[in-house]
């Protein structure tokens, strides 16, 4: 990677793609072509990141929201699922580099007798000079007789006939637990616990054969508006 003087051409820089920059050795002001982008780029030792020349180290604060996937549901007197992780806040971001969002899917349905529901994917937003975050998918739904599942929001907990199980817990920061499951000493009037929201806890049923209510969202005005 040589640097060329020509006192009619100018200064011809060395070059590499994206997969060959340089890794090792580097100080802020290191400055090279890079091929794949088509672009002079200089490296920037406080951050640890190559970008365009001209515009490392220049901050922008940014505004971001970050929601996982839900939870699903069960069968057989079985549970609401909790709503996936919620994160929002400020970050400096850097003009130039590359940010990776991951925008996590629902839990997948069921189908069939007695089965629990399945978690939600996380979401994640990612990348060089920031904090990661990971919003966390929403706790699964449980089936009767079966607790209910963390995550971002816990799952409810499935009815059951002679004792009380456990919504599922939910991430602090991020939402809140499921509601209980209900006993009603019955087999057909078994109510299961509505999943948590992010803004409240999923509620615990109190009358026989009515599951609990969801737990409330939260709102958020990254849009200009709540």
């Not at 290191?30 to 490392?56: K, L, R």
């Not at 806040?89 to 590359?98: D, P, R, S, W």
């Not at 991430?171 to 009603?184: E, L, R, V």
Request: a neutral charge; hydrophobic letters at 25%.
């Amino acid at each position: 990677m040589a640097i060329t003087l020509d006192g009619t051409k100018g200064v011809g820089l060395p070059s590499w793609t994206t997969a060959g920059r340089p890794t090792t050795g580097l100080s802020t002001g290191y400055t090279g072509y890079n091929t794949t982008t088509g672009q002079i780029e200089a490296y920037n030792a406080t951050y640890n990141i190559w970008a365009n020349a001209g515009t490392t180290g220049i901050q922008y604060s940014v505004n971001y929201l970050v929601v996982a996937g839900g939870g699903s549901g069960g069968v057989d007197h079985a549970a609401g699922g909790g709503a996936g992780g919620l994160l929002s806040g400020t970050q400096n971001f850097i003009l130039g580099q590359t940010y990776t969002a991951t925008v996590g899917a629902g839990g997948a349905l069921v189908n069939g007798a007695s089965i629990d529901g399945n978690n939600g994917s996380n979401s994640v937003l990612s990348g060089s000079g920031i904090t990661t975050l990971t919003a966390i998918g929403g706790g699964a739904g449980a089936k009767l007789q079966t607790n209910g599942f963390s995550g971002g929001s816990g799952g409810g907990g499935g009815g059951y006939l002679t004792s009380q199980t456990s919504g599922g817990s939910g991430t602090s920061g991020q939402g809140f637990a499921g509601g209980n499951g209900f006993t009603s000493g019955s087999n057909n009037n078994r109510a299961s616990g509505g999943g948590g929201g992010a803004g409240a806890v999923g509620a615990t049923p109190t009358i026989s054969g009515t599951s609990g209510n969801g737990g409330a969202g939260s709102s958020n005005s990254i849009t200009g508006s709540a």
